[in-house]
C-alpha cells in the first residue's frame, strides 16, 4: 500500500507513526484513516516494535480533526457508515496490545482529540490546544468522544466540554486528566521516547495483558473484573518470560525477554 499521509519510523523497540499534513492542520480524512488503519496492523504484528509514539507532522497540530469537505455533504446513512468507519480504526489502535503514545501538540481538535483519547497514553507540550467543537458544526462527535471522554474526566468535565465545544489548553486539560503529562514543546518527543523505553524495557506480554486487563475490565463490575485480572495473572504463570523474569530478580541481573 501507498503511503501518502504518514511517516513511519521504526526504531525498534520503538516506531513513530506521524500524521504528515501540515498545510491543513493534519485532518483526518477518508485516505489518511486508512492509511492509519494499515501502519497499525502491520505494527501490530511486528515482534520487534514494543510501543509506538503517534504524532502530528508541523508545529501547528497533532490532528486538527476530520476533513470539513467531507463531512459536509454526508447523508444521514452515510453519517454512520462515516462514524463506524472511524470507531473501528480507533478501536483497533485502542486495542491493539501494544502501548500507543500520542504526542500532541499544537491542536488536537475533533476527530484528533479522540484519537488521543484512544491512544494508550497522552502526553502534550505547552502549545497544545483541545477540545470537542462538533456542536458548533451541527453534529456530535462521531469517532468515540461522546464515550471515551466521559471515562477520562468524568461525566460533568465531559458535558461542559462537548456543549459548548470549547478548547483547552494543556495545563487544564492535565487538571481535568485528559492529558497524562504536559512538558515543553521542546522536549515532547524526546519525554516520549524515554517513556516509551522505560515500557518496552518490561515483559512484553506482562504489558500487553496489563492493557487486555484495564480494557476488558473497566467497565465490568469489580468481582468480575477481579476474575479476569486472575485469569490473566495465571496465565503469565505460565509463561518463559516469567520464569526469566523472576529468576533475573533473585540473580541480581536484567531479565532477556523472549515474548513467551
Not at 98 to 107: E, N, S
Not at 217 to 224: K, S
Amino acid at each position: 500500500m501507498e503511503i501518502a499521509n504518514l511517516r513511519l519510523e521504526r526504531r525498534p523497540p520503538l516506531a513513530i507513526v506521524t500524521i504528515d499534513r501540515p498545510k491543513i492542520l493534519n485532518a483526518l480524512d477518508a485516505a489518511t484513516l486508512t492509511e492509519l488503519e494499515a501502519a497499525f496492523n502491520d505494527l501490530a504484528g511486528d515482534s520487534d516494535i514494543r510501543v509506538i509514539l503517534l504524532a502530528g507532522a508541523g508545529d501547528r497540530a497533532f490532528a486538527a480533526g476530520a476533513d470539513i469537505r467531507e463531512l459536509a455533504p454526508l447523508t444521514p446513512e452515510e453519517g454512520r457508515s462515516f462514524a463506524l468507519r472511524g470507531q473501528g480504526i480507533f478501536r483497533k489502535i485502542e486495542t491493539l496490545g501494544k502501548p500507543v503514545i500520542a504526542c500532541i501538540h499544537g491542536f488536537a481538535l475533533g476527530g484528533g482529540c479522540e484519537l488521543a483519547m484512544a491512544c494508550t497514553l497522552r502526553l502534550a507540550a505547552e502549545d497544545a490546544r483541545l477540545g470537542q467543537p462538533e456542536v458548533k458544526l451541527g453534529v456530535i462527535c462521531g469517532y468515540g468522544g461522546t464515550q471515551r471522554l466521559p471515562r477520562l474526566v468524568g461525566r460533568g468535565a465531559a458535558l461542559k466540554l462537548l456543549l459548548t465545544g470549547a478548547t483547552i489548553d494543556a495545563r487544564e486539560a492535565l487538571r481535568i486528566g485528559l492529558v497524562d503529562e504536559v512538558v515543553p514543546a521542546g522536549q515532547l518527543m524526546q519525554r516520549a521516547e524515554t517513556l516509551a523505553l522505560e515500557i518496552s524495557a518490561n515483559a512484553p506480554l506482562a504489558v500487553a495483558e496489563a492493557l487486555r486487563v484495564v480494557n476488558e475490565g473497566i467497565d465490568l463490575p469489580l468481582e468480575a473484573a477481579l476474575q479476569r485480572e486472575a485469569a490473566g495473572f495465571g496465565h503469565l504463570c505460565g509463561t518463559a518470560d516469567k520464569t526469566e523474569g523472576t529468576q533475573a530478580f533473585l540473580a541480581k541481573r536484567p531479565a532477556i525477554w523472549t515474548g513467551r
